[in-house]
């Protein structure tokens, strides 16, 4: 037996619901659509593979035009628009200043009610965005390739520092601001970047939170690491007013804007880069206990952020669009930042939690700023509609385009979303797709294939799913049976290699169900998405799971091994195992199980001992359900702990035939220690 059968009942836990019904769009959606012709799906057939692509590389400006569509001479690391050159920066700033100087790009909405929100022009993310990047080079002698690590809240001066890093070649890396300095530190090693930029506060739930000290930790945890970091770079919630309580430290950290005084309206111009150059480093959790950090390019990047922002967000320029996602997830860099931008719309960017001060706050906004798309995730559509089921009734909106992302969501919550806060008229994508991923993988076309609840859709033009059994024979499409999807063909958003580590980008994507290692061809190459997923008859997909060692809390990503190697920390402890627990709200939490080395008793300061160890290591995101303390973990004869028992007493569920594991008798212990006699 292995742990793979724990993902099989995850799946079963999916596979319960029902097959639903279909939504059609409205006619009035369908009338404004980007697109509506049933065309594209011949255009982007395999037939027309890659060279339908150009449609998307289209959408931008290039310096140089490219002249190879995919070059895969370096199978499986896949370089999209090869010969071409262009700037990021350019492109999702510069060259919409001639028509649209005055236009919003961003809309920035404070958290704190009496902040009103504050509309940053195409013209003022230029200026501001061309001084930053000057200090950039200037004072930080940032240039083009260099990493730069980003750990900030969800503020303007995020995107501002992520275009500046793009305006000079330079690759950035935005951790979640959320995640601990610990977390950060890492990063900064991991990539080797020697400025980390922060920021001093924010708020979050109604309470201006320090954020400065976590820079101390990262640096202290990079340096350990052999990483020097040169300069920290601290935005100021308030400028000119110090938010943080952290002493600043002499020769390292300094006020941006301070130094922005000697950059007053510089210019900088935008570098061109090749388009296979790295954009950006995106850490996410993986099979192993370390974050990987996802390499993504600069020209397939843009291009595939920009065209399915075009046909699935369906964004048009006088659209105002807001998606709700955190800037620090990859969620928000395709979708607040990259993609809208590209497009030259007005992006909103919340600083803080949709139920504060109360549940009405997101139709608070929407109606305020006359949003007309919006974007979230099930764990946030879940927690609105508990917290106030009829809230979205008494405020005055009308979303045209509503976003699902980043876990399953059930039909009953669907419905709700739909009925309530679209108001049964807006058009719902279900969009499936992963952090390597870099844009959408499967979702309905919007105005072409009407909705059914709890299925992602088809897959998005271009891209050409396959599921495989456990053995490598191709399921029978349609046939609604379960398996691991992957995605016959490259595209040009996805990550080009994981930073640093060629051999785990090979070995985790693609060995899998590689037919021959040496081959240059990418027929031969099916990329492993980690999750496991059915087709019904009608084509559409419907995602059940991961099927590796990754708990989805809230749409975002934790390993369990990084949680355990946590736990393993506190002195005490032994064993952890982590796994996930179903939870009414966030669709799945950690729960953790430990047992204590010789000679320690359980007690209640274990467990806060293990909640610390955590928080500190990742961050509050990853805090478990429960942390429960056993005599001993039911293992393999051959040692190896079996989580998939565990999970099953979190769950409530059969735990199934335990009868060959070393230690039988303590399953009954373990479940009666967590479910009672
Ligand atoms: C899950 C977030 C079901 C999936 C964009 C995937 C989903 C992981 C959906 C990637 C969806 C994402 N329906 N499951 N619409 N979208 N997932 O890297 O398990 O944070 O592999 O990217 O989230 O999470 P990540």
Redesign the pocket.
Known sequence: MSEKNLEVSEAQIAVHWQEEEYFPPSTEFIAQANMADAGVFDRFSLDNFPNCFKEYADLLDWDEYWHTTLDTSDAPCWKWFVGGKLNVSYNCIDRHLEKNQNKAAFIYVPEPVEEPPVAITYRDLYNRVNEFAALLRDFCGVKQGDRVTIHMPMVPELPITMLACARLGAIHSVVFGGFSGKASGERVSDSGSNVLVVMDAYYRGGKLLEHKDKADQAVKVATDDGQEVDKVLVWQRYPGKYSAETPMVEGRDYFVNDLLKDYTGKRVDPVPVPAEDPLFLMY?SGTTGRPKGCQHSTGGYLAYAAGTSKYVQDIHPEDVYWCMADIG???GHSYIVYGPLALGASSVLFEGVPTFPDAGRAWQIAEQLNVNIFHTAPTTIRMLRKAGPDEPAKYNYKFKHMT??????EPAVWRWYYDVVGRGEAAIV???????TGGFL??TLPALSPMKPGS?GPAVPGIHPIIYDEDGNEVTPGSNIAGNICIQNPWPGAFQTIWGDRDRYVKQYYERYCANPESKDWRDWPYL???AAMQAPDGYFR?L??IDD?I?VS???LGTKEIESACLIVNEVAEASVVPVNDELKGKVPDVYVSLKPGFDSGKEIQTKVIAAIDDSIGKIARPKNVYIVPDMPKTRSGKIMRRVLAAISNNQDVGDVTTLANPEIVDEVRKLVQGE
């Not at 699902?404 to 969501?409: A, D, Q, S, Y």
């Not at 279900?430 to 390597?436: F, K, L, R």
């Open positions: 996410t997830w990859i969620t699902t992302v980043g876990e399953p969501i279900d969009t499936w797709w992963q952090t390597e499967c979702s992602a998405t980690g999750d995602i799971g991961r990754v989805n749409g975002h990503r």
